[in-house]
């Protein structure tokens, strides 16, 4: 797909551009309005897809948490291996900026297959949950509190630390607006062991100068919107002498991970970041 169409998408779903303005500007680039609708299907998030494993699988069990937050109670959904309990830790799933949708559940269960204590909370509990609608979430995802958003999870880890099917080590896996949280919280939280980034912004220099625990990093090739500010998170975090993995997937899209949106995502580097990413957490969340 044309790489502006794709950039402009990035800046309507990152910004502030209203859905109107996003879509005259779309039909520009196609070439007419019907070309705009063709191409609009394939740059969404279609969660019908979100299926890698299904609610119902054997393997593992699901269930809805609440645990209290700094501005009230969140919501969670929490999943786990159903044979035996897990020994491979818990891991706190931090949604993108759509919220707790149909496919970040479907990542906690992927993580519970493969053998951890996975809960992603949902950060608009405070706003009566996740709205269907994107625009929506993303708006409310917009007016949340930076520093009531990082106490959201926080808490999480908290609660995490503390579930009866992990193994008392935490890490955090977060994607776009929550990689970016993933990074708040490795230089942030106490109890935390480890943490993995999917295309988040990093930190700002004084926090990420914070960051004691080991860090996996996964950033794509075509996102200049976040690479632009990775050199100066690495410089901080080495100089911080902090353990981390940087991986960077060329010519991929932000978001390559996200296997409901056709336009960006890649299977490819969305498996390998993957593999990495169990690899490292079963490393450093091991009993």
């Keep these: 797909m044309n790489r502006y169409i794709i950039q402009l998408y990035d800046d309507y779903t990152h910004g502030t551009m209203p859905r ?108 009566g949950g996740t709205p269907a609608n994107e625009d929506e979430a993303r708006k409310l995802i917009g007016e949340l509190d930076r520093e009531t958003a990082l106490g959201i999870y926080l808490a999480a880890v908290r609660h995490a630390a503390k579930h009866p099917h992990g193994a008392g080590k935490v890490g955090c896996v977060g994607f776009c607006w929550g990689g970016g949280m993933s990074g708040r919280l490795a230089a942030n939280s106490q109890e935390l062991d480890a943490a993995v980034v999917f295309y988040g912004m990093p930190p700002a220099a004084e926090e990420a100068a914070k960051v004691r625990v080991p860090m996996l990093l996964n950033y794509a090739g075509r996102d200049d919107r976040i690479n632009a500010a990775v050199p100066a998170f690495e410089a901080a975090l080495k100089s911080a002498g902090a353990r981390y993995e940087l991986h960077l997937y060329p010519d991929v899209e932000h978001a390559f991970h996200n296997d409901t949106n056709a336009a960006r995502y890649n299977a490819d580097a969305a498996q390998l970041a993957w593999r990495r990413t169990l690899e490292f957490l079963a490393r450093e969340l091991a009993a």
């Design 20 to 127: 109107r303005e996003f879509l005259a500007r779309l039909a520009r680039i196609a070439g007419s309005a019907a070309a705009a609708s063709v191409l609009l299907p394939l740059l969404e998030n279609r969660y019908a897809n979100a299926a890698i494993v299904a609610a119902d699988d054997p393997s593992i069990m699901a269930g809805r948490e609440r645990f209290d937050g700094p501005a009230g109670p969140v919501n969670a959904y929490v999943v786990w291996p159903a044979k035996a309990p897990s020994r491979r830790g818990a891991v706190v799933v931090i949604h993108e900026n759509r919220g707790l949708n149909a496919h970040i559940e479907d990542v906690a269960r992927r993580l519970a297959q493969a053998g951890f204590a996975a809960v992603a909370p949902d950060a608009l509990s405070g706003s």
